[in-house]
């Protein structure tokens, strides 16, 4: 294949934007409070995207600020109204879609009946989770029976970094949430989650990370020199090997990680761990299109590789996902 084009694709990381979610994102927060631009989206724009770059097949959840706006009760609303609407482009598209659930965070009881309802009723692909909601990061103990829940469902779960609870006053105040935040956000949510141990408590929930884990493999390393202490303080116990933790977790390719952060999360996982991500509707298409060229051309895949990353990963991790 000459072209990165020609390859089938099945985007995992890829969102969508109800007027709900747009509605509700203007009237609580102003507009967008990631000092990004929020584009335009429609089904019919996604499906002519999909086509320009050979996916046949993508995976949509919301993106950042998530959906904690107001009350409780507009919250839970939000999250049912995205399901259904996620549910429905589904249902309108067959083979072309799936979707994963938005959950009423930080309200557990809600979050655990939007679990089944968007199970038993919707049928959702698994769910995303933002790394914090307005501060509440999901390693918090009160959250707990929600990984309890999509344990029990052998769910795939996915985070999606959102603006930290706090952001350093005076450093970086020009510059969009997205370009540095998001990837220490997803990094502090996700390291939490492992050295409370989550992934090892709850072993059959699959763990997919988005940006290619963002600063995670560059911090693995540095976890694992801090067990000592780790062990005096009783964070972990004496088995505990945050690199076997690490090797069980998904990775989706979205963002220029290419070049140094798929190569790196390779030497600490199986190819069969990783899959295509583009995060369209965000970044401009061709920034897409060089991001998707990147990992096409990387020295260091073969042919076999690139069609497990590309699509096969993806029929293997979700149920709707048919090629």
Known sequence: MSNFRDIPKVDVHSHFLTPSYLEAMNKYLGGNPDRFPMPEWSVEKHLQYNESMGIVHTVLSYSSPHINFSTREVNRQLARIGNEAGAQIVADNPGKFSFLASLPL????????????????????????????????????????MFAEFNRRKAVVTFH???????PAGVGEMLPIPMMEFIFDTTRCVVDLMLRGYPEKYPDIKFLMPHCGSMLPYVVDRIASFKPTLIKTGSVTEDYDVYKTFSRFYFDTTGASAAHQLRDVLDMTDVSHILYGSDYPFPPVPVLEDQTNAVFTAPYLDEMQKAKIFSGNASALFKKVRL
């Open 106 to 145: 930080p309200n557990i009881d809600d979050t655990l009946e939007e679990i089944a309802y968007a199970c038993d009723h919707l049928d959702t692909d698994g769910f995303t989770l933002p790394t914090n909601t307005k501060g509440v990061y999901m390693g918090a103990p009160e959250l707990e029976p």
């Open 161 to 167: 970094p959102n603006k930290p609870g706090a952001v």
